[in-house]
């Protein structure tokens, strides 16, 4: 039924639930597996140049955090039998970078998971999850904690 399967990650728990569960389908329907983590290069702009600095350890950071996301959802595939591609991209926003690598990929499904932030965190923070399902055309599983 599924022939290609989008999983983006970020590294939480919630995140991990979404890789299980795209285990448990790619082996149901021997679909293809590709993980992702979004990296937004620019978080500061609109800030000001006196965060030059702030912005590459931020960049540091994040690759460092993605690096070890992917590598984590990348052994748990391996771990379950299932052969799985795995990148760290880079989007002026996640839900965007999600949306663009599901097109370009060609992928039927998106497995992701979501906090369930609500309120001011909501607001602050944003929903990825939301802003996927608003502005894919594709089915989205979400796997929530």
Do not use: C
């Not at 728990?13 to 329907?29: P, R």
């Not at 052969?83 to 970078?97: F, P, T």
């Amino acid at each position: 039924m599924f022939k290609h399967i989008l999983v983006p990650v970020d590294g939480s728990s919630t995140a991990q639930l979404a890789v299980d569960k795209a285990i448990s389908l790619a082996k149901a329907f021997g679909s293809r597996v590709t993980a992702i983590f979004v990296i937004d290069p620019y978080p500061f702009t609109g800030v000001g140049t006196d965060f030059a600095y702030g912005q590459a350890e931020y960049l540091s950071a994040a690759t460092a955090e993605a690096n070890a996301a992917i590598k984590i959802s990348r052994a748990a595939f391996e771990a379950a039998g299932i052969s799985a591609d795995a990148s760290v991209i880079e989007a002026n926003a996640a839900w965007r970078g999600v949306v663009q690598s599901a097109k370009s990929i060609g992928a039927d499904l998106i497995v992701m998971g979501s906090h369930g932030r609500s309120g001011l965190e909501k607001l602050v923070l944003g929903s990825v999850t939301q802003a996927v399902l608003s502005h894919t055309h594709l089915p989205v599983l979400v796997v929530r904690d």
